[in-house]
């Protein structure tokens, strides 16, 4: 899996947020995207979702898909999915079924008629029991704690069987345990050969986990490579750490 | 006749009709965000097919009943795919949503009026609204006794649609996060598009038993409109069981409000009411 980014390019009001920016997100490890605030990380992943339309460059998917307009409700057919900063659930339904909206096949068959098949359900189960809300699964998910929410969200995310995940912060507000319940997910999607995007402020974390770091500055690269080499280039402490 | 037991029963037919249009303006509501004006006008396009085809074709009565229902919920749909949906795709804002329905609402309400003229019609007396029916000390119409089950009814599929069908469940999510909803592969547009065609379609209905009751006529929408928001407020505005319990204790309110005094009233204490809820409950019974 792999997704090249190629001058891409957004403007809000004459202020250029991503400027002519390209990368490439490899599958099989993690990529830290990190930089001072405002510097284009969330802009960069709307973009790549589909929540915000791009104003110039392209985004290839495996070689084969290039893309200059992307619709959220194709990022899924293009095994795009992605968390966000603030935590977007499901309010209204249970955490189950936060879990299991994403698994079904959407057919006339199963729109009319709600079946879930018992490989559904054993993945919901695999799922829930690997954030550890398994217990919670009936509960409503309004009625969860802020970190279990943000695990649920997780959890839909890796429900979802992507090629390429788009972490926006995942680790904010995590008690210890549920911080190490992030990183063995991120860790297993990175043995499972998928392109893991992180965007992240903690570089303790960055250098830990991350194999690949990208650093954006006002929307343009500043720098990129290994982290242990990228995070004491001169460029970026004065940018991001002296920040 | 006692007169409390006619005033709950009375309270109970005026409370089905109001939930008959509730019901799907909260549908809508649940899934745009937005209120849609234009709701009240797709009752009266139910009622005046019915009159078209019934009364002025000779097309026989249940056919008649379906090119209603099914002719609102196009309508519906149309509006949101030609209206609605390009203003979402702008990005508008609720009250630019809610200005177009106005305007769609006077508009559609006009060329119903130049079709059919604005005169009061009535639809038919295949339901025989002198046959009552005696309930303890109190009495009811065939046609209210239809309406009720026809709420009933409509209350019970609204609730199995959402809550045990694939598409329930993308109405839910729309309903709480449009966006997510699209990143997981719902295709949103759709959805929405047939939630207009069924909450337009019940609309319509209840235009149709509406105009079995008491007639038809072009303005006939803005009222009920009126009253199905008011409902939906006093309810939960946007939850589909809110549509029922702020029907009907609008229902019982206006009709226990008149007991003692005239019935002009009767709008006074629904907007009384409506006033209070926004003062003190403003999320409604039931909440969202």
Redesign the interface.
């Given at each position: 899996m792999k997704i090249e980014i190629r001058n891409l390019t957004k403007r809000f009001d004459g202020v250029t947020a991503v400027n002519n920016l390209s990368l490439t997100l490899e599958g099989g490890r993690i990529t830290g995207i990190v930089g001072p605030n405002g510097s284009g990380k969330t802009t960069l992943v709307n973009l790549l979702?589909?929540?915000l339309p791009i104003d110039g460059g392209t985004v290839i998917i495996d070689d084969t898909i290039t893309v200059k307009k992307i619709?959220?409700?194709k990022?899924?057919?293009y095994g795009i999915?992605?968390t966000?900063q603030d935590i977007?659930?499901?309010?209204?339904?249970s955490v189950l079924?936060n879990i299991?909206?994403?698994l079904?096949e959407?057919n006339l068959w199963?729109?009319?008629?709600?079946?879930h098949r018992p490989e559904h359900m054993q993945k919901a189960e695999e799922v829930l029991r690997m954030i550890d809300l398994w217990d919670k699964r009936d509960e409503p998910a309004s009625n969860l704690s802020y970190g279990q929410r943000k695990l649920l969200e997780i959890g839909?995310a890796v429900s979802?069987e992507a090629r390429v995940y788009l972490f926006d912060e995942p680790f904010a507000g995590l008690f210890p345990g549920m911080a190490e319940i992030v990183e063995s997910i991120l860790r297993q999607l990175r043995s499972q050969g998928c392109a893991v995007v992180l965007i992240e402020h903690d570089m303790d974390l960055i250098r830990g986990l991350t194999d690949y770091v990208f650093v954006l500055d006002s929307g343009v690269l500043l720098a990129e490579g290994r982290p242990h080499e990228v995070l004491q280039d001169r460029k970026v402490v004065e940018a991001y750490i002296g920040n | 006749m006692d007169i409390l037991t006619q005033l709950v029963i009375n309270g109970i037919i005026a409370g089905a009709i109001y939930t008959l249009i509730a019901l799907g303006f909260n549908l809508i509501y649940g899934a745009t965000k937005f209120f849609n004006i234009a709701h009240g006008v797709f009752a009266a396009i139910g009622g005046y097919t019915v009159f078209f085809f019934f009364k002025l074709s000779g097309v026989s009565l249940v056919p008649s009943i379906l090119a209603g229902v099914l002719l609102a919920g196009i309508a519906g749909m149309l509006s949101d795919r030609l209206i609605f949906l390009p203003l979402r795709r702008k990005r508008g804002s609720s009250v630019i949503m809610l200005v177009a329905s106005l305007g769609l609402f006077t508009a559609l309400q006009s060329v119903i009026a130049i079709m059919f003229s604005n005169r009061f019609q009535t639809l038919t007396d295949i339901f025989n609204i002198q046959k009552t029916y005696q309930i303890f000390s109190g009495v009811i119409t065939q046609i209210h006794i239809v309406i009720i089950i026809t709420v009933i009814s409509l209350t019970i599929g609204l609730f199995l649609m959402l809550n045990r069908t694939k598409f329930g469940k993308a109405v839910k999510a729309i309903s709480d996060d449009e966006e997510v909803a699209r990143i997981i592969g719902i295709d949103t547009d759709r959805v929405i598009g047939y939630v207009f065609f069924i909450g337009s379609a019940i609309a319509g209905l209840g235009g149709i038993l509406i105009g079995f009751d008491t007639g038809i006529m072009p303005t006939m929408g803005m009222g009920l409109l009126l009253k199905g928001v008011i409902a939906s407020i006093v309810g939960g505005v946007g939850n589909i069981y809110g549509s029922v319990c702020g029907g009907l204790l609008l229902g019982f309110v206006e009709n226990f409000g008149v007991w003692k005094i005239s019935g002009e009233w009767k709008d006074a204490i629904a907007f009384g009411l409506l006033i209070i809820f926004l003062l003190f409950r403003p999320q409604g019974v039931l909440g969202k």
């Open positions: 979702s589909g929540f619709q959220p409700h990022i899924k057919s999915t992605r966000f977007r659930l499901f309010e209204q339904m079924d299991l909206v994403v079904t959407r199963c729109a009319l008629f709600e079946c839909r979802m | -």
